[in-house]
Each structure stands twice: as C-alpha cells, then as structure tokens.
C-alpha cells in the first residue's frame, strides 16, 4: 500500500474532499419551510443530477450551474423556482471549511510534495476555499480558469498542460470516482486515492488507494501521520 515514487505533485479535489460541500445544507436553510419534507429528498437528489448535466456542456459560470440545477429539479418535483434562492445558495458556497484532519494532513504532505488544486469553483470561491484550508498549495486551478468542469477530461488535459507534467508524475486524491477518479483514470493518471466519504460507491476496479481517514493519506507517501 503506497507509492515507491515521489510524484512531481499531489492533485486534489477540493470541493467535497477537502472542504465539506455542503450544499444539500445550503439548499435546506436557503429554503426552509417552502421545501416540504414530503419531497425534499427527491429534490435534493434531483439537485445533484441536474449539476453534473449542466457541468457536462458548454462552459459556463457555477453560480448558473446552481441556479439551473435548482430551476430544473424546482420544474420537476412541483416546487416554485426562485432565482434569489439560488444566488442565496450560492453566496454560501465559499464560507465552507474543510472536513476534520484534512489541515494537518495537508501540511504534512506538503513538507515532501507540492501540492495543487483542481476544482469545479469559479476562481473567486476557489481562492476563498483553499484558504479555509490553511495550507500551502502550490497552484489553484478553477473551473473557471480551464473553461471547463470536471468530470470531462479536457479538465485534466488542461491540468497536464499547467504543471508541465504527465499523467506518470502525479498522485490524484478525491472523494468522487463520478467526478475525477474515473477521468483521471481515463486519462492515465496510475496513481490514484479515494478519500471514501460514504456519498459514492468504491470503484475499486479503477486502481486507486482507498482510505477513509485523511490522517492515512501521508502514509501512502511514506510519511509518518500527522
């Protein structure tokens, strides 16, 4: 269990890997007593479908992401759409922090590689977030900046392109095979951890570490725990 080679860098996932993505939260408070509890999981799942299908075409910035993700899934459980709700949601994206033990791990790590970013925020959350996390990245990435959003691979080709590598010379860590690890397989990236969080299932035929603790990611590098 591990990796003999130091990787150029360490990619991560931000958003649901490093920082607790809240969102099913931010939608609950944001609409409160107008989301009946009768439907409000169908509506939050339907939420978290209509994001990714809206990440899959065209460019464009996440607070519409949010807002048509909102609109769609409002259209179809019955439920009035309110753009002011969806700008609510929004705003709350960057006052999220990271998960217990994330901090402490990242720095650790970073004494012996450096670490990157790679995020489906716009630049100004992106930047916000990393620094919740209190710790030394490198470069951040955003979907922003890339014209682009992850799970497509033109995501990662535009990675390789910024840090002057190739898919041999990094280790990628995220929570979700749905929206990296299986791109990042796609696109060879070998060196692969799933931070298994409970919200996707283990994909273990794409050929990554598993853990569930942050405080083991070190030790795949052969440091010790934080």
């Known amino acids: 269990m591990g990796f003999d080679v130091k990787p150029k860098f360490a990619t991560f996932d931000m958003n649901g890997t490093l920082i607790k993505f809240a969102i099913n939260d931010a939608l609950r408070e944001v609409l409160g007593d107008r989301l009946p509890a009768e439907i409000a999981d169908d509506y939050l799942q339907a939420c978290k479908a209509y994001r990714i299908d809206e990440c899959m075409g065209g460019y464009q910035p996440f607070h519409q992401i949010v807002a048509k993700s909102m609109e ?30 994330v901090t402490a791990a990242l720095n650790r790590l970073a004494e012996e590689v450096p670490l990157v970013i790679i995020t489906n925020s716009d630049t100004a959350h992106a930047v916000r977030l990393a620094e919740n996390l209190q710790a030394p990245f490198k470069v951040v990435i955003s979907a922003e900046e890339m014209g682009i959003y992850k799970p497509r691979l033109g995501a990662f080709e535009y990675m390789f392109e910024k840090l002057g590598v190739t898919p041999d010379e990094l280790v990628h860590v995220s929570a979700s095979p749905m929206y ?14 799933y931070v298994d969080r409970g919200f996707e299932h283990d994909e273990h035929w794409l050929g990554y570490e598993r853990i569930t603790d942050i405080s083991d990611l070190p030790v795949l590098f052969g440091l010790p725990r934080p």
Do not use: C, F, H, N
Not at 72 to 101: K, M, N
Not at 185 to 193: C, L, N, Q
């Open 72 to 101: 769609r899934a409002s259209r179809r459980v019955g439920l009035e759409y309110r753009a002011a709700d969806a700008q609510a949601v929004y705003e709350i994206v960057p006052t999220w922090g990271p998960y217990t033990g």
């Open 180 to 193: 990296d690890l299986r791109s990042a397989a796609a696109m060879g990236i070998e060196k692969k951890v």
